[in-house]
């Protein structure tokens, strides 16, 4: 199967939004203060999720038409991010330029300094063997562009599941919904909206001209508010997520499963041999 330059690279770029997909997070911002029963709880639960350093994941997520997929695996995030995470991409374009590659499902291992992507045999078989692509953090910038690229690149420094739980308290828009119960677990159900563009402004590690770049593009794309639902257990911990947005390519949803906080996470990096880096083989193919 011959597969067109077109093609290729949107797909090499389907995997690295996978990638952020699978561990979603909208973003990170400070928690704030504040005081009253609600917020202390959220407050504990940051913390108490946060020093977890490491937890299951299952998440589903779709983004307008442009891909929805499942995902499920481990992650550590006690030194940088650490985990592998199974990534199957169940519609829209993204399901159907990968089947192109003969791929439904895809591994994903996150290290600290990048994020590397199983392409698949058939993309072995293309290119000399090589079946990992590697998406280095710092070339984020380049990759995506702009300032969203820089934003990406914090985040993927930074993800943990306590972000959602401070987007929520630094967001000034949160509610108690009441007791619920998910997956045989007691928990307390949270929500509220978030001004996307002012909790980028927050982050001060873009710096002003970078922040009011991604201002625009987050405009551009339509995004606006994100709706965060939180389900937190009796141990203060976050066990589900679920997350909705408006863009300029349609509503974007993901629900995400937490358990077995704690868990061990071991992730190899793939041999050097098997493994091509995204800059690289960007350069390498035609500019049409």
């Not at 504040?34 to 202390?40: K, P, S, T, V």
């Not at 408006?246 to 996470?265: F, L, Q």
């Amino acid at each position: 199967m011959t597969i067109t330059t077109g093609c290729r690279r949107t797909v090499l770029s389907f995997a690295v939004v996978a990638a952020l997909t699978g561990v979603a997070a909208c973003g990170s911002s400070d928690p704030g203060e504040g005081g009253g029963d609600l917020i202390a709880a959220l407050k504990l639960a940051d913390r108490s999720t946060g020093d977890a350093d490491s937890s299951r994941i299952e998440s589903t997520g779709d983004m307008g038409d442009l891909m929805s997929i499942e995902a499920d695996g481990e992650i550590d995030w006690a030194d940088g991010l650490n985990g592998t995470m199974t990534i199957t991409y169940t519609g829209g374009q993204a399901a159907d330029q990968m089947s192109r590659l003969g791929v439904t499902s895809t591994q994903a291992r996150y290290l600290p300094d990048a994020y590397y992507a199983d392409m698949g045999d058939l993309f072995a078989r293309q290119y000399g063997g090589k079946r990992w692509i590697r998406y280095a953090y710092e070339d984020m910038d380049e990759m995506i562009g702009g300032a969203s690229g820089a934003y990406v690149q914090e985040y993927f420094k930074s993800v943990t599941p306590n972000q959602s739980v401070r987007l929520l308290l630094a967001s000034g828009d949160v509610e108690k919904v009441g007791e619920e119960d998910v997956r045989g677990e007691r928990t307390t159900h949270y929500a509220g909206t978030v001004k996307v563009a002012d909790v980028q402004e927050r982050n001060a590690r873009l710096g002003e001209e970078a922040r009011a770049e991604l201002e625009e593009q987050l405009k551009a794309s339509g995004i606006t508010t994100v709706d965060i639902d939180l389900w937190i257990d009796d141990d203060d911990l976050l066990v589900k997520k679920v997350e909705k947005g408006d863009t300029a390519n349609g509503v974007v949803n993901s629900t995400v499963h937490y358990s077995d906080y704690g868990v061990d996470v071991s992730t190899e990096e793939p041999p050097a041999d098997r493994t091509v880096d995204f800059k690289d083989l960007m350069n390498s193919l035609p500019t049409s």
